[in-house]
């Protein structure tokens, strides 16, 4: 009953989602009836379809005869009444009860009474769309992920009154159009967006508190965490007013401050700035683009390490690339450019960096990079703080610095601090002086928060994992991030963020800790 038991689809809306779903079923061989309200708003539809299919055409993936083929499987109307024939109805309207409802009222007079109806919903409950149509047990969520023709994950959402037979079939459909489906119950978020839009909130609250800029951010989680894209970019892709609507509908639920949305999230929809569409959200794209501030990489500069281990091993492995000069000595120290502190712990990175700065000339730029305290607690241990910043490589082996300075350190040593590391080959980017610098802060939280989600049982790891790689393109996903990366590592990193905050979130859930205390992994 349940492979390829769909042959007529319908999409009711035609934006970039509905457009994308539309796409992919017409891909995928079958027959497509699109929808919209008016002939206007059909054109538009018509356009998403053609610029995307045209895309695949100039970059060699699509042949002419091929998209010829692909648009002649989807017949574009204005009346729902030609959704008669159709086995299945994705429904992908703006997101707002009322019009998803009346949606939903229409299709439940027009279609025959065993079609499935699923919704593409971001944001709102299945649950409440299914209890007010007449069939209840057929309603399904499909959701897809921006740009749907790319991304590979569907959820597919079943509510307590769902049928199992229409999950399935559903479920096979997704999978016989190349994505893969992940089968969740009905919480706000889902799994993607749950975990996702904390983190984008975060980000933009530090943007909002002057934590950073929002290119540093983005840079850094890019450079940093290698994510697809930063999540300001991402936020514009998405758009600012689908972002609120997650946040509000996941704040309804979850009750949790940080998903509260962001003042500057809601003062730039306000503005009708809503991203990509409108053509500027974060950023602008009307511009000619290219703006971006180019850090210039001067001589390799020379550098003083002092402490013992890997993080120490790997600057020294960073300079050798770069073709810098190292001292370790400490009689040495007063030759370098930069001196960085890269002991194991707190108490001997203090002494080691307290000598080498009576040690360093007096324009030196001392770092300091262990996390067990706030830079300016070391700082001014040295009794030179306006010379010190902070200094953190998310991936001792990668190619990104962050660089916090403290309310002491002296005017232009950041600056000097950036430049000194452009010279040894790095991507740099600044912050202020704050637990988790910018990646560490807006990553750990996010797998605090996947540890909660297996932990409450809501979905299993690789679910959790799909969603994440599948969804929005993570090179991995953050179970097995947490495992690669150290479950004692994040359990430091969280309580460093929950006792600079005390946002009770941030603690690390309970799984973590019980993980760690057992020596074993999560997987
Ligand atoms: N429509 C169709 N195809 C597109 C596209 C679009 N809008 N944008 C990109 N593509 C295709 C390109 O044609 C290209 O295809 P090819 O490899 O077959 O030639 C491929 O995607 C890669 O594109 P580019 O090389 O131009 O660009 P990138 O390598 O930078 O990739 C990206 C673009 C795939 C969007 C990547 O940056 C990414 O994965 N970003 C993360 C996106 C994400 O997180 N999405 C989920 C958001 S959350 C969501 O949607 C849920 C909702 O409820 C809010």
């Known amino acids: 009953m349940s492979e390829g038991s769909f042959s007529r689809v319908g999409v009711v809306g035609l934006g970039t989602m509905g457009a994308g779903i539309a796409e992919v079923l017409a891909r995928g061989g079958l027959a497509v009836v699109g929808v919209e309200v008016n002939q206007d708003a059909l054109e538009r539809g018509r356009g998403h379809l053609e610029r995307s299919t045209g895309r695949a055409v100039k970059r060699g993936k699509l042949t002419e005869d091929a998209q010829r083929e692909i648009l002649g499987r989807v017949a574009l109307t204005t009346d729902f009444a030609d959704l008669g024939e159709c086995d299945l109805v994705i429904e992908a309207v703006p997101e707002r009860l009322d019009l998803k409802r009346k949606v939903f009222a229409e299709l439940d007079k027009v279609c025959r009474e065993d079609a499935v109806l699923a919704t593409n919903t971001s944001s709102l409950s299945v649950t409440d ?35 199992p037979d229409a999950v399935a079939r559903v479920a096979a459909l997704v999978k016989g159009l190349g994505k893969t489906p992940v089968t969740i119950g009905d919480r706000a978020g889902f799994v993607a967006n749950r975990l996702l839009f904390g983190y984008l909130n975060q980000a933009a609250g530090m943007l909002e508190s002057g934590h950073a800029t929002r290119d540093d951010i983005d840079t850094a989680m890019t450079a940093g965490a290698g994510l697809p894209m930063g999540p300001f970019t991402l936020m514009d892709l998405i758009g600012l007013d689908t972002c609120l609507e997650v946040l509000d509908a996941i704040y309804a639920e979850s009750r949790d401050r940080r998903h509260a949305a962001s003042p500057v999230l809601r003062e730039l929809v306000t503005a009708g700035l809503l991203g990509r569409k409108t053509g500027r959200g974060f950023y602008s794209y009307d511009a000619s683009g290219g703006d971006e501030p180019a850090a210039a990489a001067g001589e390799p500069p020379v550098v003083g390490i002092v402490g013992v281990g890997p993080l120490a091993d790997a600057l020294a492995a960073l300079c050798d690339r770069a073709g810098a000069s190292v001292r370790d000595s400490a009689a040495d120290l007063a030759g370098c450019d930069l001196v960085v502190e890269a002991a194991e712990d707190t108490e001997a990175a203090r002494a080691l960096l307290s000598a080498a700065a009576q040690a360093a000339k007096p324009d030196a730029v001392l770092l ?7 830079v300016i607690e070391q700082a001014m241990a040295t009794g030179r703080p306006a010379d010190v910043v902070g200094l953190h490589l998310p991936d001792p082996a990668g190619t990104l610095a962050e660089i916090a300075a403290t309310v002491a350190t002296g005017p232009d040593v950041a600056d000097r601090a950036a430049a000194l590391f452009a010279g040894l080959g790095l991507t740099t980017v600044r912050c202020r002086d704050r637990a988790g610098f910018i990646v560490d802060a807006l990553r750990f939280p996010y797998l605090n928060d996947a540890a909660a989600m297996l ?38 990193v969280l309580r460093a963020l929950h006792a600079e905050t005390r946002e009770p979130a941030l603690a690390p859930v309970p799984l973590l800790a019980e993980h760690v205390t057992a020596g074993r992994p999560l997987r």
Request: charged fraction near 15%; charge should be negative.
């Open 129 to 163: 769309i299914a209890v007010t149509t007449g069939r209840p047990s057929k309603i399904v969520g499909v959701h897809f992920f921006n740009p749907a023709p790319v991304m590979k994950l569907v959820e597919v959402i079943a509510t307590v009154l769902t049928e």
């Open 368 to 374: 300091v990079t262990s996390v067990g305290g706030s």
């Open 455 to 492: 932990g409450a049982g809501y979905a299993d790891a690789d679910s959790i994992d799909a969603a994440m790689t599948l969804g929005c393109g993570y090179p991995s996903g953050p179970i097995a991030d947490l495992d690669r990366l150290g479950l004692d590592r994040a359990v430091t």
